[in-house]
């Protein structure tokens, strides 16, 4: 060892091994690939035993704040699925979209087999006094500390993600403490108090722009914004509240760094596929609502698309996975009969309870279905 | 008291008053009104002081199996509207969607502050040989009673409603045991066990249709299918077990009772609306996940729609909510400029922390803004 290696906070110039596979980076700018690249989202978790007995020792946020921690549970499911002969296509840095709250200085627990827990969420506008405008830059260096260890470690294997979770969807946490069944406080806060209420998305806005930048900055190669809860929303509050700041997003993302893929996840958010074609995210990630053709001829080849195998479709024996996996490609088929702008996923994220064989079955599906004869 | 009414259980020949408020009936039928008739999903709740007094004395399904105090409760918003001069256009009898599961042999609990609760959900599909096929007749003759009651009691102020879970919405809940976050052990054996699947989606379709007939012999006037957890399939996946059965159950009762108007509310289905529309459901209604202006151009006419103000919507003072109404209903406008075909409610039930008031200043808003100029 020596001291010459650029310090992982060191924002420029890391020597970075080349990368070997850019099929995602190829398809998100609708380039020709030779298949369909795939990754999963959440596939470093806990349907991997791997991850199981790391998780067993620390706790997840001690994993998300350990850059070797968090190195180690991303490079997991590349080690598994190269062994299996179904290599994926992306790796996406362990950490997680609630790392914003905290660094503006609320406090999130991870409650076993309930999920993220905040002690003291916001419970009126006047609270947003006790938030801090964070420096993004500081208060989440341990994330570009993970991302330029991780890029280091994958070797130029596949492309890194970095990732945020969306506005609404954080302000949804930061109001309802934890998950919800119908994010009714949170709306209430659209409907009653709209003035606070894009107070608090600018500043998410903010953060979050900076973040991502950074995280650039510290080796991503792709990014992702998270917008779990959109589905919550009406077609007109996520017309006021929800695409607006996903939008200006993308612009002040893109004009900081216009070569990296941007790729957005609306989920459920069905109603805003026409409205997000048309901002400068390259890439839309659709759930499993949404009909691959249908989705095809809505954004129409403004961006490429990401998705959408339902999850639980992985619960089915793999001869059934592949025919629910060349259903789903022939949807996503252009009117050339292409597959380009298609990057391969899951509809929403592995579940604790899935088969890692039946993941790999998936992997296996589209590669050897979308080959370029 | 004389022993020559006939007994609540007997579905021949009731003396039921007459009907005074037809709106809901006429709307159905695309004839006009006078206003846009409107109720509320889930108007008898605990977001009425009235009904947490019945509640504090007797637990849910005490009250479900109870006539008179399925009747009080019924007639609560009735009564409280009224009062404040903002009239509903229906009721809709207190009782559960989960009363089939039990009829069919499963214990259902329901739990303070969690929900339903199935001690023994099915678990795998060998349990299927555990539920009996119910006499629907006796099996559930309290919800007849209580109808036939309710009806009396009601006066013909306006029509009553009789309402069902659908088939998949009922397995969901009995596979899961519960709510569920993403109900995957529900999907999984959709996936993995599609025979077993058929077969209870058969049975409760089975069991669904005699008692929604039973239900009209006993005084219902309009009858509604909760699909609530349609949502959480694919559009494919609908297309196999939802909507075929969802079909069938409307083939089936409108051939025994064609002139009571049947509704089907398939919640989260967004893409399902084309299909459903080409039933024989006259009326279709909508989460608030649905641009108006977009199922109206989908439905075409094959239907009456109702819906579908965000329930989160009632959080807000009274003049946004009146605002929020205002665009609801403009957006439900027809080529032509009417609002015929149009029932008001709202895109998912009452919360029991809404405020009364502000659930009457939307009903006084349907009515002030659709009167017929």
């Known amino acids: 060892m020596t001291n010459t290696a650029p ?11 080349a990368l070997r596979n850019d099929r995602l980076l190829r398809a ?6 030779d298949h369909v690249p795939v990754w999963l989202m959440r596939q470093a978790g806990r349907y991997l035993p791997e991850f199981r007995a ?18 180690e549970v991303t490079l997991q499911p590349l080690r598994r699925f190269n062994a299996a002969g179904a290599p994926l296509d992306a790796s996406i840095i362990f950490s997680d979209i609630l790392v914003i709250p905290q660094a503006l200085g609320m406090e999130v627990q991870m409650v076993k ?23 993004v830059r500081e208060a989440l260096r341990y994330v570009y500390d993970a991302l330029t260890l991780t890029r280091h470690e994958i070797g130029g294997a596949v492309p890194l993600f970095g990732f945020t979770g969306a506005p609404w969807t954080l302000m949804a946490y930061m109001i309802e403490g934890g998950g919800s069944k119908n994010y009714a406080k949170a709306k209430a806060w659209l409907y009653a108090d709209s003035d606070a209420s894009h107070r608090l998305l600018q500043l998410l806005t ?18 992702q914004v998270f917008d779990s809860h959109a589905g ?23 004009a900081k760094v216009p070569s990296v893929p941007l790729f957005v996840f609306a989920r459920g958010a069905h109603y805003g596929l026409d409205a997000l074609a048309a901002t400068e995210y390259d890439v839309i990630s659709l759930d499993e609502t949404v009909m691959p053709v249908a989705a095809r001829a809505i954004v129409a080849g403004r961006a490429a698309v990401q998705g959408n195998l339902d999850n639980a479709a992985l ?7 592949h025919a629910l996996t060349e259903q789903m490609l022939s949807g996503f088929r252009n009117a050339d009969g292409s597959l380009t702008g298609l990057i391969a996923n899951l509809g929403h994220g592995m579940l604790p309870n899935h088969e890692p064989d039946h993941a790999i079955a998936y992997v296996r599906a589209v590669h050897d279905l979308s080959k370029a004869e």
């Open 7 to 17: 310090a992982p906070s060191d924002f420029r110039g890391h020597d970075f091994p």
């Open 113 to 135: 087999g309930k999920g993220p827990h905040f002690p003291e969420p916001l419970d009126r506008p006047s609270d947003l006094d006790s938030l801090r405008r964070p420096d």
């Open 232 to 254: 919550t929303l009406t077609p007109a509050a996520f017309g006021t509240f929800g695409y607006p700041y996903l939008a200006q997003i993308a612009q002040r993302v893109k």
């Open 28 to 33: 998100a700018r609708h380039e020709p690939v």
């Open 315 to 321: 619960f089915a024996a793999p001869e059934t996975i």
């Open 206 to 223: 903010d953060v979050i722009v900076d973040y991502l930048i950074a995280q650039v900055g510290a080796g991503a190669q792709a990014l």
């Open 54 to 71: 790391v998780r067993a020792k620390h706790d997840f946020f001690t994993v998300c704040r350990t850059p070797e921690l968090a190195c």
